[in-house]
């Protein structure tokens, strides 16, 4: 059975870092592109940024560009998502995502961004 | 970027009635991968639909996917009472992956 099971969020001050997790399983990882995606409270999901298989290629959304860096480490089946100058409209569920086949979602973490 | 556009914004029907949700694409999703999610209040986006037509796991027969090219449609045959939800399109066959801004299926 894949899961997709995300950590790492909080409480955050504008400014701030944080670095969100996903762990993969019941899949071979490394064959997958990986995805984060986001959703604001009320708003509807925003596609985050992705990662090739073996992490040589990463893209990002214009939001996020310059703040945010996609990596993986295939060996732990893992993707991560470390945040910098974190911004109070990054504020959302950040959910793990692998769309290939059949697209998962893991069950996301909550980052909040206030002072 | 290809820009989702799903239509109507809410859909007001009672228990047991059809529901037809559309989703338009500025441009041509490649391979059909389009994709339908249903998403209630505090829960994560379910999948419903992948592939335009092929329903994942564990959906009922009642959710059906169609369309090719710019226009897909998801289809309820009969409302149940866990269907009022609010409902998305997203398509992953080019980059980046993208999504519509929703319709929401209330009870009326």
């Known amino acids: 059975e894949v899961q997709l099971v995300e950590s790492g969020g909080g409480l955050v001050q504008p400014g701030g870092s944080l670095r969100l997790s996903c762990a993969a399983s019941?899949?071979?990882?490394?064959?997958?592109?990986m995805h984060w995606v986001r959703q604001a409270p009320g708003k509807g999901p925003e596609w985050v940024s992705r990662?090739?298989?073996?992490?040589?290629?990463?893209n990002y959304a214009d939001s996020v560009k310059g703040r945010f860096t996609i990596s993986r480490d295939n060996a732990k089946s893992t993707v991560y998502l470390q945040m910098n100058s974190l911004r109070a409209e990054d504020t959302a569920v950040y959910y793990c995502?692998?769309?290939?086949?059949?697209?998962?979602w893991g069950q996301g973490t909550l980052v909040t961004v206030s002072s | 970027e290809i820009v989702l556009t799903q239509s109507p914004g809410t859909l007001s029907l009672s228990p047991g009635e059809r529901a037809t949700l559309s989703c338009r694409a500025s441009?041509?999703?490649?391979?059909?991968?389009l994709a339908w999610y249903q998403q209630r209040p505090g829960q994560a986006p379910r999948l419903l639909i992948y592939?335009?037509?092929s329903r994942a796991t564990g959906i009922p027969d009642r959710f059906s996917g169609s369309g090719s090219g710019t226009d897909f449609t998801l289809t309820i045959s009969r409302l149940e009472p866990e269907d009022f939800a609010v409902y998305y399109c997203?398509?992953?066959?080019?980059?980046?992956?993208?999504f519509g801004g929703g319709t929401k299926v209330e009870t009326k």
């Open positions: 441009q041509s999703v490649s391979g059909n991968y």
């Open positions: 019941g899949f071979t990882f490394s064959n997958y592109w």
């Open positions: 990662v090739y298989t073996d992490g040589s290629e990463t």
């Open positions: 592939g335009a037509s």
């Open positions: 997203q398509q992953y066959g080019s980059s980046p992956l993208t």
């Open positions: 995502v692998r769309m290939a086949g059949t697209p998962y």
